[in-house]
């Protein structure tokens, strides 16, 4: 979102409202004498309603709509509306729509950021946290401090360590960010109601929904931003005026699955286009990258412009002549609505200058009004309505921040363990000094997008739960870190202790949104604060990163004083206490990283540079584990555990025929051939593929004293060599619960036509024949696809 002085000015007066527990239920159209219009009529199909709400406006009640600020048509009886509301990892007060000044709910609960969630590779625990925020979103728009369209997820791919916003993504694999996204989506608006009987509110939500029309939605969520949007601001480029230049296979499949997965299977009822232009168009004006989620995905919902990105389209990108093309072809595009005024204050003259068409505006506003309608904003008063009953006593509720704080014991990742120094031994540890500027952080844990947390508890707090003996020294004055100064003091209370933990890393000094990184070390004096404090300690310390990109934290894992590294990326409110169970023993770590952590050297790449895929001859490494081919600090997928796992597998074909189940072989599927390798297009292998799907039967064995959750991953390479073939991709993975020195036995579905094809450099889809490598760990299978 960008500061325009209306943002500002909207911030400005949230924030100095006297604050007041007075609830303030939302106002609502269809009341008498109001009440009588078709659109009013529950019991007319949407589409019909949408259209008798269209038919009721004049030109200018229709231009008014096109603003986020939808300030209401009193002549109708309908009251203002404000669409843009935030829910990243927890209601944040990023948007307008969201107040925790005004009302009866002060805060909410602040689940981690999504990176962190994201490395317990737990797609119920995901859903769960979804569903979670959907109910507090619901209890806020019940009294007056929500809106119910909310734009998130942030399902972008995090391609670069520096971007100052892949926090807020679930990290660098497109199948791991498109699980993510529908999970998220689909728990959110309400399909995720797997709970059925008479526990009241679930019960109660799922009847409510049930009820409707079978597209009802509890809140509206958004995936964003469409499309290859990944770059805040590095060098010259800003993600105002960037133009990312994407190769068709990089966009197939890599930058449109998270997408293609968040609409077709999510069933998300929004799309939001961001600022950069993707090949030359900028995302908001461009026709076919829209209207392809339409028409190719079955998207059925808004779109909205990231805020201020139809004014981009001039004023940054210079792709129109006036401000008046601009509204044209984003309108003409498939932009329902502008985050901002720019279409409020351009669209007429635009109509004037016969660039925009009455028609192309009500288009838009049948999209708007739709989600409206599925929402329920025209059924009659919410509080009577299918989530009425929700309210201040479902806000910050114990299951909540149990899920909060499951957040973080299943995604923290335990990045080195020498001699299994962790876990420290309970009522053994007589001291302990804890240094670092995060570490007495609360609402700083939370990263970007996050809200007014309901109970935060810093890392130090967490650790004085289980030794009273804790000492604190910040040792940096901040995180940015540009003075040792401070450095004495720790020294001094960290010889005193008998066990040190050191908390260095990040925060949105350092990474946010308009602010990438150009170093991958830890800022400024910090890692002198790490050696010294390592060097001077009675024992070896821990150290304990914050932050959502990856650090180049090599000199840590060379030093044997530096015994243990936790990664803990924005853990919000429950941080502190999950933390310290951690490094106690109480939970076991079980977190993956979902991004590569790259070296320093890697700096040396152009951020400007989308392509995924290595170019030799211009010394360009790729990104990500598909196609990186540089050396890394820490691979995409780690993570220890207390205890130590062994995989095998168990069961899986070695051979799969293409017309197996077919009695008389087709004609229309041709082999065809790259250089010795054959290969088939999937997209003419249709109902072919059913016979290409099988199962691999996994056996996990867990040979510590400790219980846990154990991550299986399985990926596969491709037979032959492709051009721009991945040198593995993940094809599924899943989160298992184990028992101490026990076998824990899971089962993995791979559809070869999804999981083992690979796009070819004109962007098709195609499934090599041959033998597919299946991974895990180290065990390798071998299966053959064969005709
Ligand atoms: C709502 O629409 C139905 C179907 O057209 C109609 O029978 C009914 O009378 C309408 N109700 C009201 C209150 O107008
Ligand atoms: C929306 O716009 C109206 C009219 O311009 C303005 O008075 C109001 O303050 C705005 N509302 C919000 C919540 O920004
Ligand atoms: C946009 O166009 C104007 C006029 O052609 C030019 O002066 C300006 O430098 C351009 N801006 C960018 C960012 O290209
Ligand atoms: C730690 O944070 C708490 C709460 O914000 C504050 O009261 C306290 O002074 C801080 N401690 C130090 C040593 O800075
Ligand atoms: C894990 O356990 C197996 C079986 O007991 C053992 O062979 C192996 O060395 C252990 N690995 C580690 C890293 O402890
Ligand atoms: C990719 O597939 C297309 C089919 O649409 C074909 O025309 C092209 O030759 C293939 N490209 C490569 C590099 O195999």
């Keep these: 979102m960008s500061t325009t002085t209306t943002v500002i000015f909207l911030l ?394 499951e957040a973080v014991r299943q995604g923290t990742v335990l990045l080195k363990n020498d001699n299994k120094f962790l876990p420290l031994q309970k009522n053994v540890v007589s001291s302990l000094a804890v240094i670092g500027p995060m570490a007495n952080a609360t609402n700083d844990l939370g990263g970007g997008y996050t809200g007014v947390p309901c109970s935060p508890t810093s890392i130090v707090e967490g650790l004085k739960r289980y030794v009273k003996k804790t000492t604190y020294s910040s040792g940096c004055l901040d995180v940015a870190c540009t003075s040792n100064a401070g450095f004495a003091e720790a020294v001094s209370i960290s010889q005193e202790a008998d066990f040190v933990i050191v908390v260095a890393g990040l925060d949105l000094t350092q990474e946010t949104e308009d602010r990438d990184r150009y170093s991958l070390l830890l800022p400024g004096y910090q890692t002198a604060l790490v050696t010294t404090i390592a060097a001077t300690s009675k024992k070896p310390i821990v150290l304990v990163l914050t932050g959502g990109g990856p650090l180049d934290v090599s000199f840590a894992q060379a030093d044997p004083r530096v015994a243990s590294v936790i990664w803990v990326g924005y853990p919000g409110e429950a941080g502190g206490r999950a933390l310290a169970e951690i490094i106690f023993g109480d939970c076991n770590p079980s977190g993956k990283l979902p991004v590569t952590w790259y070296p320093e050297a890697f700096t040396r790449v152009p951020m400007n540079n989308m392509n995924m895929r290595p170019d030799r001859s211009h010394h360009y490494p790729g990104r990500t584990y598909r196609f990186y081919t540089g050396d890394t600090v820490y691979r995409f997928g780690y993570g220890l555990s207390y205890s130590n796992y062994t995989h095998s597998i168990l069961s899986a074909p070695d051979t799969l025929r293409v017309f197996k189940s077919f009695k008389t072989e087709s004609n229309n599927i041709l082999q065809r051939k790259e250089g010795f390798y054959n290969y088939l297009y999937v997209d003419e292998l249709e109902e072919h593929c059913d016979s290409l799907r099988f199962q691999v039967e996994i056996s996990v064995t867990n040979h510590g004293p400790f219980d846990g959750g154990a991550v299986v991953m399985v990926f596969a390479r491709a037979p032959g060599s492709f051009k721009g073939a991945p040198l593995k991709q993940l094809v599924e993975f899943e989160r298992v619960h184990t028992v101490s020195y026990k076998d824990t036995k899971t089962r993995i579905l791979v559809d070869s036509c999804k999981h083992l094809s690979i796009v070819n450099e004109s962007g098709r889809t195609i499934l090599p024949l041959g033998d597919h490598t299946l991974l895990l760990d180290d065990i390798e299978h071998v299966v053959s696809i064969v005709m």
């Design 12 to 405: 400005f007066i949230t924030f100095t409202t006297i604050p007041t527990s007075q609830s303030n239920p939302p106002k609502f159209p269809c009341q008498p004498p109001h009440n009588s219009y078709p659109f009013c009529n529950t019991t007319l199909p949407i589409q019909q309603r949408a259209h008798s709400l269209l038919s009721l406006l004049t030109l200018s009640d229709k231009i008014n709509r096109l603003s986020n600020n939808d300030t209401g048509i009193p002549r109708l009886g309908i009251p203002p509306y404000e669409w843009w509301s935030e829910s990243l990892h927890g209601i944040a007060s990023n948007g307008p729509g969201v107040s925790f000044q005004v009302g009866p709910i002060p805060a909410a609960t602040g689940f981690p950021q999504v990176i962190l969630t994201t490395s317990s590779f737990d797609r119920t625990l995901w859903g769960s946290i979804a569903s979670a925020i959907a109910v507090e979103a619901r209890a806020m728009y019940n009294v007056g401090q929500a809106g119910l369209t909310f734009w998130a997820p942030t399902i972008n791919v995090f391609r670069d360590p520096r971007w100052g916003r892949g926090q807020e993504t679930p990290g660098e694999d497109p199948v791991v960010v498109g699980a993510y996204a529908v999970e998220y989506v689909d728990g959110f608006q309400g399909g995720n109601l797997k709970f059925v009987g008479d526990d009241k509110k679930v019960g109660r939500r799922r009847r409510a929904l049930a009820g409707g029309d079978g597209d009802g939605l509890m809140v509206s969520a958004c995936c964003k931003h469409f499309s290859a949007y990944d770059l805040e601001k590095w060098g010259i480029y800003a993600r105002y005026n960037f133009n990312a230049i994407v190769t068709k296979q990089d966009m197939q499949d890599t930058y449109e699955p998270p997408f293609r997965s968040c609409i077709q299977e999510g069933k998300a009822s929004c799309l939001m286009c961001s600022y950069n232009a993707v090949n030359g168009i900028p995302a908001c004006a461009d026709h076919n990258l829209l209207q392809k989620a339409r028409t190719q995905w079955g998207f059925d919902g808004y779109i909205t412009s990231d805020c201020d990105a139809v004014a981009t389209i001039y004023e940054y990108q210079n792709y129109t002549k006036s401000p008046e093309d601009a509204v044209a072809i984003a309108l003409k595009a498939g932009t329902d609505i502008n985050c901002g005024t720019y279409m409020l204050r351009h669209t007429m003259s635009a109509i004037d200058k016969g660039k925009v068409e009455e028609e192309d505006i009500d288009k838009a506003l049948l999209n708007l009004f739709a989600v409206q309608l599925r929402l329920g904003l025209f059924d009659g008063d919410p509080l009577n309505g299918r989530f009425g009953k929700l309210g201040p006593a479902d806000v910050c509720i114990s299951d909540h921040k149990k899920l909060a704080m």
